[in-house]
Every structure is written in C-alpha cells, then in structure tokens.
C-alpha cells in the first residue's frame, strides 16, 4: 500500500502508533484519487444495472455525497432472489471507503439505501449502514428482509 501511494502521488507517509496510516499528497494527486473512486463506483452501478448478475436491479440512484442511495428494483424477483441484496454491502462498503477517503471519521459514515419498486414507485425497504450491517453479522432481524 506505501509503495502504491507514493506512486500516486503522496509527497509524505506516516505510520500511526495506533497502526493507521496517514499520507499526505499534492490536491491535484487527492482530487483526481477521488474521481477515479467515484468513477469506479459508477461503473459498477452501470455493472449492476445493465448486466446479467443482479436482474432484479432496475436502476440505482444516488446523491454526490454517497450517503443516500435508492435502489429500484422488481419487488418480487428481489424478494426472491438469494443474492441481489449482497450488492449493497459492495456499495456500502464502496461509499463509506470513499467518504473516509473525502475526511470523514468512520463512526460518523450512515448510509442509507431505500428500495422502491419499479412498478408501484413504493418505498418498501431500508437498509443503513453501518447499523443493520452490524445487526446482521449479529444474527438480529434488521436491515433487508
């Protein structure tokens, strides 16, 4: 990872006591590392959207800032389908890397992702994370059904 960074541009890295890294980096080298993370979002948006792996997913929007996000999608194919909703943990787990990458502390990131049917238009699902995230890994009835 340090040798990757100062490829990109990070004129100073410094490891924590705490283990964490800290880097620091022209505004020219951080701003383009964000576009290509939000890029790269938006790919596998356009990924989920038009391929053959999620077919529930109808469309997904979302706000600049990653922490809102609506995911449309045939009701019941994706109440049906065993794997569709893990690609909100992918997304998640996107959205929150690119938010701590723009400053934010972690214990602050909620992201929070409504699912409307694409026919009806009603919202008829939530899922936050961080919080329904920790209340699955616990085995407590949260977050997607």
Known sequence: MIEEAKKDGSSEIIKNKDGSVTIKMEKEAYDELLSEMKEGIQSLLDD??????????????????????????????????????????????????????????????????????????????????????ADLENGTESGIE
């Open 48 to 133: 989920i959207k038009t391929g053959q792996d999620y077919q529930s997913i109808k469309d997904v929007k979302y706000n600049s800032a990653l922490t809102d996000f609506t995911v449309v999608v045939d009701k019941t194919a994706f109440e049906n389908s065993v794997t569709d909703s893990f690609v909100v943990i992918s997304l998640a787990g996107m959205a929150a890397s690119y938010q701590i990458l723009e400053g934010k502390n972690y214990d602050s990131i909620k992201i929070v992702f409504n699912f409307q049917d694409a026919t009806t238009k009603e919202m008829f699902d939530k899922f936050t994370f961080p919080d329904d995230f």
